[in-house]
């Protein structure tokens, strides 16, 4: 759910109804003077007209008969489109009609193939009655760099394919809206209607799945990062839901004071060990600070969750812990989560 204390609102609302080169500068060297070296900046227009096909409008009934508006982009020509779970968990709950809106002015019924609450993506299906759409690339999100150009494209206020430009702001965020967040932030303009649009690099591969804004900032967006796509995207096509582990521990982010005091950069701090469940048969206490899973430094909370979330059940996964000043190592084996 979301966190009232952040006035967080999602991007899907119900709403009613030339090249250009970059200079480097480099420094004298031997007092001689060198001349800048240009670096060719991708045409964004041509980027966005390559994209554009792909991209859609999706439209759906919600209570109360309004109606709610997103953003989508398409994974391949048969009709397999990705969106966030929010913008049709009003249509799921009522069984109302799911509307695409495709950029040559198709507007065409889709069904929902699966969908993941906890990281909000669904994963739709259109039939295209023999006209394809373009599909979009994806890239790796764990390649992008803070710094790095990015290009949103969507829906916002129903103005299809609207592009907004700007820079990752920022990775790895938490604590924002749910148990998995990971998010990715940029500048790059988004607005209510941008909600499951895609994020692109320059390159044209998208990065990100344009979920969020903060109520109240500017220039605060946020995005799935695509990775997490890959990583659930064969559950939802072959389950139409997602398998996750479980260890029954729920854990919370440090605070930078904690973390100094601590001597550590990441790390998750727990907070509930459920009874008879992995974590309290391995041993796991209320207070311990995990610091890696499987020799894998745990960043923050939802990066806990994630590791946890994608180990198999039934194999035991090691836990590096820090308790009252010193280091251990415990075993636990995850269950799938109900």
């Given at each position: ?8 609102l ?18 004298p060297?031997?007092?001689a003077?060198s ?15 390559r ?10 009934v ?39 809106v ?5 507007a ?28 979009l ?15 949103a494209i969507?829906s ?8 907004t430009?700007?820079i ?31 994020l692109m ?17 500017q ?10 796509l890959?990583?659930?995207?064969p ?18 982010d440090?605070?930078a ?5 601590l ?6 701090r ?7 469940l ?17 020799n ?43």
């Amino acid at each position: 759910m979301t966190s009232p204390c952040l006035r967080l609102l999602t991007c899907c609302l119900l709403w009613a109804g030339a090249s250009s080169v970059i200079a480097v500068a480099q420094r004298p060297a031997d007092r001689a003077r060198s001349r800048p070296t240009a670096t060719a900046f991708p045409n964004i227009a041509d980027v966005a007209a390559r994209a554009n096909g792909g991209v859609v409008n999706i439209q759906s009934v919600s209570e109360g008969g309004g109606t709610s508006i997103g953003s989508g982009f398409c994974l391949d020509a048969k009709g397999e489109l990705v969106t966030n779970f929010h913008v049709i968990r009003e249509a799921l709950k009522i069984g109302g009609p799911i509307l695409v809106v495709t950029q040559d002015g198709r507007a065409l019924p889709a069904s929902v193939r699966g969908y993941d609450e906890a990281t909000d993506l669904a994963l739709l299906e259109v039939e295209l009655g023999g006209k394809p759409l373009p599909s979009l690339p994806l890239g790796d999100s764990d390649a992008v760099r803070v710094g790095d150009w990015v290009i949103a494209i969507g829906s916002p206020f129903e103005l299809d394919h609207t592009v907004t430009v700007g820079i990752i702001s920022g990775k790895g965020r938490s604590g924002l809206d749910g148990a998995y967040d990971d998010f990715l932030q940029t500048d790059a303009a988004i607005n209510f209607g941008n909600s499951g649009g895609p994020l692109m690099a320059l390159t044209g591969e998208v990065i990100g799945i344009n979920t969020l804004v903060l109520a109240r900032g500017q220039g605060l967006g946020f995005a799935i990062p695509v990775n997490i796509l890959r990583d659930i995207l064969p559950d939802l096509r072959s389950l139409g839901r997602v398998r996750r582990s479980s260890i029954g521990v729920e854990a919370v982010d440090i605070s930078a004071f904690d973390r100094r005091g601590l001597g550590i950069t990441g790390g998750a701090r727990v907070v509930k060990v459920e009874r008879g469940l992995p974590g309290d048969q391995a041993g796991l206490r209320r207070d311990d600070v995990i610091l890696a899973i499987e020799n894998t430094p745990v960043a923050s909370s939802g990066h806990f969750n994630r590791l946890v979330a994608r180990s198999r059940p039934g194999a035991g996964i090691q836990i590096r812990i820090r308790r009252e000043g010193k280091e251990y190592t415990i075993t636990a084996t995850p269950i799938e989560k109900k």
